[in-house]
T-cell receptor, first 107, second 112 residues
Framework: KNEVEQSPQNLTAQEGEFITINCSYS?????LHWLQQHPGGGIVSLFM???GKKKHGRLIATINIQEKHSSLHITASHPRDSAVYIC?????????FGTGTSLTVIP | DTAVSQTPKYLVTQMGNDKSIKCEQN?????MYWYKQDSKKFLKIMFS???????INETVPNRFSPKSPDKAHLNLHINSLELGDSAVYFC???????????FGEGSWLTVV
């Protein structure tokens, strides 16, 4: 069993739709990352959270430490948001990764 | 300036060959990692080095050997390449006690 579970695994949305990707984890963490990987591209960190909520443009990330759950929301989705989104948590001296959510936004 | 750089980005090679992927970070981090990303995009830790010392060595074939000449570099050498080694390999770095991780651009390895 993976320490980090993401859902859904795959997601197709129409341009303009509101998107939510969920992440649940089973260990006590010091931080959680939402990472983005475009097709054929590298991995970049969108957010690092240890509590509450962060917003950057059309992206919003929230975390509930008590429930060990985080969500990534994309408002007014756009085809350039098509990518794999990966949840990662920092626990002790390691990073643990979710299996990723492959998002496709159709024009 | 690229924070974590790895080379080559693409590598196509025949079975049985030996190849290396290099990684360098200029962030002053003391911990570096190698991850293998499978076809389903899952990142699996292979090795982690802290100040040039191996701290994590997951179950990988001993054909894979990491080498850290200094704490800014962690190279991955692969002997006797097999078809199943085809994957994307990511180098990353962080502070040992820090929460932030930075990834390289990835190295796409194809074994034919």
């Amino acid at each position: 069993k993976n320490e980090v579970e993401q859902s859904p695994q795959n997601l197709t949305a129409q341009e303009g739709e509101f998107i939510t990707i969920n992440c649940s984890y089973s260990v006590g963490i010091s931080a959680l990352h939402w990472l983005q990987q475009h097709p054929g591209g590298g991995i970049v960190s969108l957010f690092m959270l240890s509590s509450g909520k962060k917003k950057h443009g059309r992206l919003i990330a929230t975390i509930n430490i008590q429930e060990k759950h985080s969500s990534l929301h994309i408002t007014a989705s756009h085809p350039r948001d098509s990518a794999v989104y990966i949840c990662a948590v920092r626990f002790v001296n390691q990073f643990y990764f979710g299996t990723g959510t492959s998002l496709t936004v159709i024009p | 300036d690229t924070a974590v750089s790895q080379t080559p980005k693409y590598l196509v090679t025949q079975m049985g060959n030996d190849k290396s992927i290099k990684c360098e970070q200029n962030l002053g981090h003391d911990t570096m990692y190698w991850y293998k990303q499978d076809s389903k995009k899952f990142l699996k830790i292979m090795f982690s080095y802290n100040n040039k010392e191996l701290i994590i060595n997951e179950t990988v074939p001993n054909r894979f050997s990491p080498k850290s000449p200094d704490k800014a570099h962690l190279n991955l050498h692969i002997n006797s390449l097999e078809l199943g080694d085809s994957a994307v390999y990511f180098c990353a770095s962080s502070h040992a006690s820090g929460n932030t991780i930075y990834f390289g651009e990835g190295s796409w390895l194809t074994v034919v």
